[in-house]
């Protein structure tokens, strides 16, 4: 996991299973990204605020939890959410709630935050 140096972030793993839950604990907006052992990488176009990220890649399921606050619209916060390194498109849920996935440039899929 990426993210601005001397920000607070937090990465969980399970050897075992290949599981991997990322956090952006706080609601202050910073650049953020995701690469599972499998060479997964989860990308968002800009800044994220409030995030959590859980990748179960054996079932090529995604949880993700976003919540900016409602200042942070502006140009640099992140809009979509793509993912890399996928050989089929994954299913992903948005708070909870099951999100469009859309095929995107070079292989990869994504979807959208907002």
Request: hydrophobic share 40%; charged share 20%; proline share 9%.
């Amino acid at each position: 996991m990426a993210t601005e140096p001397g920000r607070k972030a937090y990465l969980l793993a399970d050897p075992l299973s290949g599981a991997v839950v990322g956090y952006n604990p706080l609601p202050d907006a910073q650049s953020w990204t995701l690469t599972t052992r499998d060479g997964v990488v989860l990308r968002p176009d800009g800044k994220v605020g409030l995030l959590r990220v859980e990748c179960r890649p054996w079932a090529g399921e995604y949880d993700v939890d976003y919540a900016p606050k409602p200042e942070q619209s502006g140009a640099d916060m992140a809009r979509n959410l793509t993912f890399t390194g996928l050989s089929q498109r994954p299913q992903v849920r948005l708070n909870g709630r099951p999100v469009e996935v859309v095929a995107a440039a070079s292989g990869s899929f994504q979807i959208a935050l907002i």
